[in-house]
């Protein structure tokens, strides 16, 4: 038969194989299975499923699938036994691991059993093709190695005296081909064999199979005793080509045997798959990182210790892919120019504990690691002996130093740093995967120190708890009292409500370009709305409105500690923000959870007419012209006092007053007034009403817009307390 008929017929016969490959699905989710079998289904693939080990593995023995597709976990068996258990007969098989969780000991098991590839549930549909693509690559290779050798071994036994026809076939085949005698002498050497080593046929001929294949032996080189020793299909081979390059090649061989049935020597028939190799290889690489970074990202978001966290990172990183490194974490001093050593991981970790013990301190100045703190950038010496940041290593004779900053919101919080005692090369790969993990390190160091801030404000709270409760214990046993007497709690809280009453303006002072009036009405006999008017110096009149959470005795308590607290600040009655924020402090060591104050706090100058004034979440008031209807809301941006101190801020505004104004301040539960149809009073009813009888005296103004709310809400009783001030300015 000719050459190329021949060429066309094995052509014919892989497509054929390629196109019967059979799929063996092994999991116990039934909405998977269903969902891999239609995508395989739709590629013309033959689908087997099975639902637990046992039963896929009997499958396979029956059916002898070229792709298993099983999950880790599965109802009987797991899948590392399943494929234990095809890998003791088949090496050939692809097999493929389906896995919900990264577990780094399942998967380096995995990959000693020579797992194909992982596949991460949810299954991704393009990653699955991907991988479908790539294995039917691999199995197509094999089919080629083992259809040509077998070709070639049925040429040689059924040709043995058309010497010309089979050199003919050696020539042309697609594959690499060589044959060698009984001493492992080459005896033929085709194009493709020359291709792969780079070894030209007059080089070849004649030569020891070892000079020209170096790491490997010849598969046939001792005669064999039978048939089955003198066939070897799909071994790996690593060699070192011409260049001494290193080449991963597929081998087969069969003995030949010459007319008179004596052992001739070998012929086998290889493909280059070095591609394939590295590329597998990448894949189990990237694997394994992956679950590195899972491992590492479990054990930062479960870390409570800041040592915990830093000790384990590096461990990992030691035990994983950087078993040749030694890392050390500093991190940066809160108070101090210095980088404070925090772990050490690796082979010399003793001996470097020795020279440089945890709690060692460096500059930040200085060396590579103060390059890297001072630039916020990783930094790669290849050499140290060459680089100009290099100072002095944890290692002696360290060669190369690789360090990257650990940050949080563009905050370097640390170093990550690794030394080398031969010159280090990190690829792309390895490089993400350590700017990803000190990433990790540097939201955990930053989620440590909120907790540990946390936890000294819960201590701080437990201690106003405790005192609390030893005050509730008082208050119920009063209470049980009072619920006996009931008339005297009455009494009690008349007194209660005449005492908070005393703590506002009995009467306002009285100026001839400002006039005040104020209506309080507490939800209960006791609320936690307070105002007042000061007056700093004969220049100045300051007046100022707040609200506590709540209501009822506790808003009470909080109303009586806001005026002695306002006390304390005489000084800075003139300076409406600064007077804020250091009653913003005061509140923020005593109020508890949940409680808080917002005010509105102006000072108005009677030289200038102006009017100075800050605000702390507190409604907006109004400013109302007199002679024509236009409304102003004054605000300025500021939080609330006794929730946060740090970074907190007030804004501070002042105006200049021009002919007569009114001012309105009042309290949220004015506008928060319900119907029965639970709609409220709102902003826009108040301005509606207020425009409509600002030229009523402030008496008479706060009286008309009380009756207009009591009509609103069709009644008397309110769910918070409601406060009013008018201030009518007449420069």
Same mark, same amino acid.
């Given at each position: 038969?000719?050459?190329? *008929?021949?060429?066309?017929?094995?052509? @014919? %016969?892989?497509?054929?194989?390629?196109?019967?490959?059979?799929?063996?699905?092994?999991?116990?989710?039934?909405?998977?299975?269903?969902?891999?079998?239609? =995508?395989?289904?739709? $590629?013309?693939?033959?689908?087997?499923?099975?639902?637990?080990?046992?039963?896929?593995?009997?499958?396979?023995?029956?059916?002898?699938?070229?792709?298993?597709?099983?999950?880790?976990?599965?109802?009987?068996?797991?899948?590392?036994?399943?494929?234990?258990?095809?890998?003791?007969?088949?090496?050939?098989?692809?097999?493929?691991?389906? +896995?919900?969780?990264?577990?780094?000991?399942?998967?380096?098991?995995?990959?000693?059993?020579?797992?194909?590839?992982?596949?991460?549930?949810?299954?991704?549909?393009?990653?699955?093709?991907?991988?479908?693509?790539?294995?039917?690559?691999?199995?197509?290779?094999?089919?080629?190695?083992?259809?040509?050798?077998?070709?070639?071994?049925?040429?040689?036994?059924?040709?043995?005296?058309?010497?010309?026809?089979?050199?003919?076939?050696?020539?042309?085949?697609?594959?690499?081909?060589?044959?060698?005698?009984?001493?492992?002498?080459?005896?033929?050497?085709?194009?493709?064999?020359?291709?792969?080593?780079?070894?030209?046929?007059?080089?070849?001929?004649?030569?020891?199979?070892?000079?020209?294949?170096?790491?490997?032996?010849?598969?046939?080189?001792?005669?064999?005793?039978?048939?089955?020793?003198?066939?070897?299909?799909?071994?790996?081979?690593?060699?070192?080509?011409?260049?001494?390059?290193?080449?991963?090649?597929?081998?087969?061989?069969?003995?030949?045997?010459?007319?008179?049935?004596?052992?001739?020597?070998?012929?086998?028939?290889?493909?280059?798959?070095? *591609?394939?190799?590295?590329?597998?290889?990448?894949?189990?690489?990237?694997?394994?990182?992956?679950?590195?970074?899972?491992?590492?990202?479990?054990?930062?978001?479960?870390?409570?210790?800041?040592?915990?966290?830093?000790?384990?990172?590096?461990?990992?990183?030691?035990?994983?892919?950087?078993?040749?490194?030694?890392?050390?974490?500093?991190?940066?001093?809160?108070?101090?120019?210095?980088?404070?050593?925090?772990?050490?991981? $690796?082979?010399?970790?003793?001996?470097?504990?020795?020279?440089?013990?945890?709690?060692?301190?460096?500059?930040?100045?200085?060396?590579?690691?103060?390059?890297?703190?001072?630039?916020?950038?990783?930094?790669?010496?290849?050499?140290?002996?060459?680089?100009?940041?290099?100072?002095?290593?944890?290692?002696?004779?360290? #060669?190369?130093?690789?360090?990257?900053?650990?940050?949080?919101?563009?905050?370097?919080?640390?170093?990550?740093?690794?030394?080398?005692?031969?010159? /280090?090369?990190?690829?792309?790969?390895?490089?993400? =995967?350590?700017?990803?993990?000190?990433?990790?390190?540097?939201?955990?160091?930053?989620?440590?120190?909120?907790?540990?801030?946390?936890?000294?404000?819960?201590?701080?709270?437990?201690?106003?708890?405790?005192?609390?409760?030893? /005050?509730?214990?008082?208050?119920?046993?009063?209470?049980?009292?009072?619920? @006996?007497?009931?008339?005297?709690?009455?009494?009690?809280?008349?007194?209660? /409500?005449?005492? %908070?009453?005393?703590?506002?303006?009995?009467?306002?002072?009285?100026?001839?370009?400002?006039?005040?009036?104020?209506?309080?009405?507490?939800?209960?006999?006791?609320?936690?709305?307070?105002?007042?008017?000061?007056?700093?110096?004969?220049?100045?009149?300051?007046?100022?409105?707040?609200?506590?959470?709540?209501?009822?005795?506790?808003?009470?308590?909080?109303?009586?500690?806001? #005026?002695?607290?306002?006390?304390?600040?005489?000084?800075?009655?003139?300076?409406?923000?600064?007077?804020?924020?250091?009653?913003?402090?005061?509140?923020?060591?005593?109020?508890?959870? !949940?409680?808080?104050?917002?005010?509105?706090?102006?000072?108005?100058?009677?030289?200038?007419?102006?009017?100075?004034?800050?605000?702390?979440?507190?409604?907006?008031?109004?400013?109302?012209?007199?002679?024509?209807?236009?409304?102003?809301?004054?605000?300025?941006?500021?939080?609330?006092?006794?929730?946060?101190?740090?970074?907190?801020?007030? %804004?501070?505004?002042?105006?200049?007053?021009?002919?007569?104004?009114?001012?309105?301040?009042?309290?949220?539960?004015?506008?928060?007034? =319900?119907?029965?149809?639970?709609? $409220?009073? !709102? +902003?826009?009813?108040?301005?509606?009403?207020?425009?409509?009888?600002?030229?009523?005296?402030?008496?008479?103004?706060?009286?008309?817009?009380?009756?207009?709310?009591?009509?609103?809400?069709?009644?008397?009783?309110?769910?918070?307390?409601?406060?009013?001030?008018?201030?009518?300015?007449?420069?």
């Amino acid at each position: 038969m000719p050459i190329g *008929k021949i060429k066309e017929e094995l052509e @014919n %016969q892989i497509r054929s194989r390629i196109q019967s490959i059979r799929i063996l699905i092994i999991d116990d989710d039934d909405g998977l299975r269903a969902v891999l079998h239609r =995508m395989l289904q739709s $590629g013309n693939y033959n689908v087997l499923e099975a639902a637990d080990g046992k039963s896929g593995l009997q499958i396979w023995k029956e059916q002898q699938p070229e792709i298993v597709i099983t999950d880790l976990q599965l109802p009987d068996i797991d899948g590392l036994e399943v494929l234990r258990t095809i890998r003791e007969s088949d090496s050939i098989c692809e097999v493929v691991m389906l +896995t919900g969780h990264g577990d780094m000991n399942v998967a380096i098991e995995a990959l000693k059993l020579k797992a194909s590839d992982f596949l991460l549930k949810p299954v991704d549909m393009d990653r699955l093709k991907m991988a479908m693509n790539r294995l039917i690559e691999n199995i197509s290779l094999k089919f080629k190695l083992q259809y040509y050798t077998h070709s070639l071994e049925q040429a040689v036994q059924d040709i043995k005296h058309s010497h010309e026809f089979l050199e003919s076939l050696i020539r042309t085949t697609p594959s690499a081909i060589i044959t060698y005698d009984t001493e492992g002498k080459i005896t033929r050497w085709n194009h493709e064999a020359e291709k792969i080593t780079g070894y030209a046929s007059g080089e070849a001929l004649g030569r020891p199979f070892h000079d020209l294949f170096k790491l490997a032996d010849p598969l046939i080189n001792t005669e064999p005793a039978g048939s089955r020793e003198g066939k070897f299909e799909n071994r790996l081979t690593k060699i070192l080509d011409r260049s001494d390059r290193v080449i991963y090649i597929a081998r087969n061989a069969r003995a030949v045997f010459g007319p008179d049935g004596r052992w001739n020597g070998g012929i086998e028939s290889f493909l280059d798959v070095t *591609k394939k190799i590295k590329r597998d290889g990448l894949l189990q690489k990237r694997f394994l990182q992956v679950q590195t970074l899972n491992e590492i990202s479990r054990l930062i978001s479960s870390s409570t210790e800041l040592q915990d966290l830093l000790q384990g990172s590096c461990d990992y990183l030691i035990n994983s892919f950087f078993r040749r490194a030694q890392i050390t974490v500093f991190m940066k001093d809160d108070e101090r120019p210095e980088l404070v050593l925090h772990a050490i991981s $690796g082979q010399y970790a003793e001996e470097i504990a020795g020279r440089f013990p945890l709690g060692y301190r460096q500059n930040c100045e200085t060396g590579i690691l103060g390059h890297v703190y001072r630039s916020g950038a990783m930094y790669f010496a290849r050499d140290v002996n060459r680089d100009p940041f290099f100072h002095t290593g944890t290692l002696r004779n360290v #060669k190369s130093e690789f360090a990257l900053p650990i940050k949080f919101k563009n905050k370097v919080l640390g170093i990550l740093n690794l030394e080398s005692l031969e010159p /280090a090369n990190y690829d792309d790969v390895d490089i993400s =995967m350590l700017e990803t993990i000190s990433e990790y390190i540097g939201i955990g160091v930053h989620r440590l120190k909120l907790l540990q801030r946390v936890q000294k404000q819960k201590n701080r709270l437990e201690a106003q708890a405790d005192k609390l409760s030893r /005050a509730l214990k008082e208050v119920e046993h009063s209470r049980t009292v009072i619920e @006996n007497q009931n008339v005297q709690m009455i009494n009690e809280l008349k007194k209660a /409500a005449k005492f %908070q009453n005393s703590l506002l303006p009995a009467k306002f002072p009285y100026h001839k370009d400002l006039q005040f009036d104020a209506l309080f009405v507490p939800s209960n006999r006791l609320g936690g709305d307070f105002y007042d008017v000061l007056q700093p110096d004969e220049n100045h009149t300051a007046f100022i409105v707040a609200d506590a959470s709540g209501h009822g005795v506790a808003s009470a308590m909080l109303t009586a500690m806001f #005026k002695m607290t306002l006390r304390k600040y005489k000084k800075d009655l003139l300076h409406p923000a600064r007077l804020l924020k250091k009653l913003n402090r005061d509140f923020c060591q005593v109020l508890s959870q !949940g409680e808080f104050f917002t005010t509105f706090y102006a000072i108005y100058d009677h030289r200038s007419s102006s009017l100075t004034f800050s605000n702390a979440s507190h409604p907006r008031p109004y400013l109302f012209n007199g002679s024509v209807e236009i409304v102003r809301e004054l605000d300025s941006d500021g939080f609330m006092l006794g929730v946060m101190n740090e970074g907190i801020k007030y %804004q501070q505004k002042t105006i200049r007053i021009n002919g007569p104004h009114r001012l309105l301040i009042y309290t949220d539960g004015l506008i928060e007034v =319900m119907n029965e149809n639970e709609v $409220g009073y !709102g +902003t826009k009813r108040l301005k509606e009403c207020a425009t409509a009888y600002r030229n009523l005296p402030p008496h008479e103004f706060l009286q008309n817009l009380f009756i207009s709310v009591k009509a609103f809400c069709g009644g008397e009783h309110f769910s918070d307390d409601i406060s009013i001030m008018v201030v009518d300015i007449n420069p």
